[in-house]
């Protein structure tokens, strides 16, 4: 079984999205936050509601509404509370349980990659994370739409892998 990773690019004063999800500030960076090597192990994408329908940083592209700018295709699974419409590839969930279990069943071996910011605290919180990737961007957003919001003991962290400014890191017991 493949293993989970949240992935995210992030401003260097920690958020993820700007003020209401506000995804433009990531478009001038669109070619370093591509994820090519990222999306080459992804097996399947774990999304959370807000992320599947929010802002697209490649608005205007031909890369819009596409995972990855259009550099990964593949079955994606979205944690919904609220009504499912029908979205060709597309598994909607009403559980972290029910959505994990669906990720991990289509990405096979491979990783299951988890957006959006409130899925990967409940990822974290569940114990079933296993590792976190972030891409820093060279930009301050002041506000918004923070990588991690959570109170409570520390998460601890080994770093696996650094290219560039992209970090990966384990999520320790």
Do not use: H
Not at 99 to 117: F, I, S, Y
Not at 156 to 166: H, V, Y
């Amino acid at each position: 079984m493949g293993k989970l990773l949240y992935s995210a690019s992030m401003s260097l004063d920690g958020f993820i999205a700007g003020p209401g999800g506000d995804m433009g500030w990531l478009a001038p960076y669109t070619g370093e936050a591509s994820g090519d090597d990222l999306a080459a192990e992804v097996g399947a994408l774990l999304v959370g509601r807000r992320t599947f329908s929010g802002d697209d940083p490649y608005r205007g592209t031909e890369g819009e509404g596409k995972a990855f700018g259009g550099g990964w295709d593949g079955p994606q699974v979205v944690l919904t509370r609220g009504d499912a419409p029908a979205v060709p590839g597309v598994t909607f969930c009403s559980s972290l349980e029910e959505g994990v279990a669906t990720a991990r069943a289509a990405a096979g071996e491979k990783t299951v990659n988890v957006l959006g910011a409130s899925v990967g605290l409940a990822c974290i919180e569940a114990g079933l994370l296993d590792e976190v990737e972030v891409m820093v961007m060279p930009v301050l957003l002041g506000g918004g739409v923070r990588l991690f919001e959570r109170p409570g003991p520390p998460v601890r962290l080994e770093l696996l892998a650094q290219r560039g400014t992209s970090l990966r890191y384990r999520v320790l017991p």
